[in-house]
């Protein structure tokens, strides 16, 4: 038998992980309160990297995932603007550029 189709592996970050200290503090930073950090019960190609690269993964940007890949799908326009702020801001302080 063959399967055919999406294997998604779970993904997972440690809490403490680096990556985490810098999304939460920039994410305040930005919006004024605290992230909130839960699991995913969707598939992502997160797994695949945290699990066979080594590769920190955060699954995050704009939008509630209760409208998304349903009909009249829609994200706020101030919504992908914070996050595209906060997403720049995580890739500068990661890389470290001043």
Same mark, same amino acid.
């Given at each position: 038998?063959?399967?055919?189709?999406?294997?998604?592996?779970?993904?997972?970050?440690?809490? @403490?992980?680096? $990556?985490?200290?810098? &999304?939460? #503090?920039?994410?305040?930073? %930005?919006? *004024?309160?605290?992230?909130?950090?839960? +699991?995913?019960?969707?598939?992502? @190609?997160?797994? $695949?990297?945290?699990? &066979?690269? #080594?590769?920190?993964?955060? %699954?995050? *940007?704009?939008?509630?995932?209760?409208? +998304?890949?349903?009909?009249?799908?829609?994200?706020?326009?101030?919504?992908? &603007?914070?996050?595209?702020?906060?997403?720049?801001?995580?890739?500068?302080?990661?890389?470290?550029?001043?």
């Amino acid at each position: 038998m063959e399967w055919f189709g999406a294997r998604w592996l779970p993904g997972d970050i440690a809490l @403490d992980h680096p $990556l985490m200290g810098i &999304l939460c #503090n920039t994410y305040r930073q %930005v919006l *004024g309160r605290d992230p909130e950090i839960k +699991a995913s019960p969707w598939g992502t @190609d997160g797994g $695949l990297l945290s699990q &066979l690269a #080594n590769i920190p993964v955060v %699954v995050f *940007g704009a939008g509630v995932t209760e409208v +998304a890949h349903y009909p009249n799908e829609y994200i706020e326009i101030k919504r992908i &603007l914070e996050a595209a702020e906060i997403i720049a801001l995580i890739i500068m302080e990661w890389c470290g550029v001043a």
